[in-house]
């Protein structure tokens, strides 16, 4: 059976180089006679190989051309225009933040441009406001961003390094890991992407709203909870809306991956918001609740023997704040883990921590953690004595 090149209802078939010349020999054997000399050699040889050539490249282009309207094979830039025949974007190169702890004389002005430094990797964060430090306190904490896009690290302790020194400004330093950018969504990232939103979007179910979120760069939890009735229920949720908690990831990401799920019609309700466009260029709010943060107090009893450095207490509160990055949504405040992030730390002869979710603890009983809230500790919190 003869192949059909080209375009057909199988498909696009490409024509190959060795076909190319075979027919171009044939056809110059039936212009100028059988007996010419059409091989590689060969004047019309030669001919025949650079015109076989350039026509490859056609048929080549072609396929490309061919391949490029569909999101499983399309590359780059043609990828980025054909998934947004399903409704999908690429998702763009993001910048690392973190909130910074300034400290200097009170009322001083820090200016939106600030400079610090990560210590080890040099990496830049800056202010992108005006901030003026406590006037009884001279502290003051505000959002840096980093300088580049990416997923730009700052891990707990390290943005130390004042860049851009401003009068009265003392220090600045990090009571947590930076959230981390993104680089420009790949393009196997991006098909992978799309094919769980497809999948998700079957139907605008609660299960469905869920994966899509938990599918979002950062989102480490995600529920969606409905009020199907025609007045407002018990939890303060309007009617026919949709109510959806969220811990982590970009608003802008949550906001298009709630939209994208969510099924046509439903309101959205929240004290969280961002405004995406829809497939005709409509601006539509999107509102969620972010997940419960739960602050920690903890007052850090020891006694201690020669051993004990200098900067022992600084010592205790850094390590408290490092086992309290690792924590996730769900994770219970065991005292005994807390007890162990100290076990570094020379010179200690007893402990006792005590810990609540109010100032001044007196206990040191276990702190259960729900699936919607995350543990937070903050260096403010931490009383060491």
């Known amino acids: 059976m003869a192949t059909t090149y080209g375009l057909s209802a199988t498909g696009f078939a490409i024509k190959t180089l060795a076909q190319i010349q075979l027919e171009l020999q044939q056809a110059f054997q039936a212009a100028f006679g059988a007996g010419i000399d059409v091989t590689g050699n060969s004047v019309l040889g030669q001919i025949i190989g650079i015109l076989g050539g350039r026509e490859a490249d056609l048929w080549e282009l072609a396929q490309a051309v061919y391949l490029s309207a569909f999101p499983d094979t399309a590359q780059g830039v043609d990828l980025s225009y054909a998934v947004t025949l399903t409704g999908q ?9 973190v909130v910074a702890q300034l400290t200097g004389t009170p009322s001083t002005l820090i200016p939106a441009g600030f400079q610090a430094a990560v210590v080890g990797s040099g990496a830049i964060f800056l202010t992108t406001a005006d901030v003026t430090l406590d006037p009884v306190y001279g502290t003051a904490s505000t959002t840096m961003i980093a ?59 609660q ?11 950062g989102v480490s939890f995600a529920a969606a909870t409905e009020n199907s009735g025609d007045v407002t229920d018990a939890n303060g949720v309007p009617p026919h809306s949709l109510h959806v908690f969220v811990l982590g990831g970009l608003d802008a990401d949550v906001a298009q991956a709630i939209w994208t799920a969510k099924p046509a019609g439903a309101n959205t309700y929240g004290a969280s918001s961002a405004t995406i466009l829809d497939t005709y260029g409509n601006q539509q709010t999107i509102r969620w609740d972010r997940g419960q943060d739960v602050p920690i107090y903890l007052i850090v009893q020891r006694t201690t023997n020669a051993a004990y450095p200098s900067d022992g207490d600084d010592q205790i509160i850094a ?3 490092a086992y309290a990055s690792t924590l996730s949504n769900g994770d219970g405040v065991f005292n005994w883990r807390l007890a162990a992030a100290l076990a570094g730390i020379a010179g200690i002869d007893t402990l006792t921590i005590l810990q609540g979710t109010a100032p001044n603890p007196t206990t040191s009983a276990n702190i259960p953690i729900a699936g919607n809230q995350i ?3 903050a260096l403010q919190n931490i009383i060491v004595g």
Not at 207 to 217: G, H, N, Y
């Open 89 to 97: 974007q690429r998702l763009q190169a993001t910048a690392s933040t």
């Open 147 to 205: 300088q580049q896009l990416g997923p730009i690290a700052a891990p707990l302790g390290t943005l130390t390094v004042i860049n851009t020194p401003v009068p009265g400004l003392t220090s600045v330093n990090n009571a947590t890991d930076a959230s981390l950018g993104r680089n420009d969504e790949t393009d196997a990232q991006l098909r992978s992407r799309r094919a769980q939103q497809l999948v998700t979007a079957v139907g605008g179910t």
């Open 207 to 217: 299960t469905a709203i869920q994966e899509a979120l938990l599918a979002v760069p």
């Open 319 to 321: 390590a408290l704040l």
């Open 375 to 377: 543990a937070t500790f």
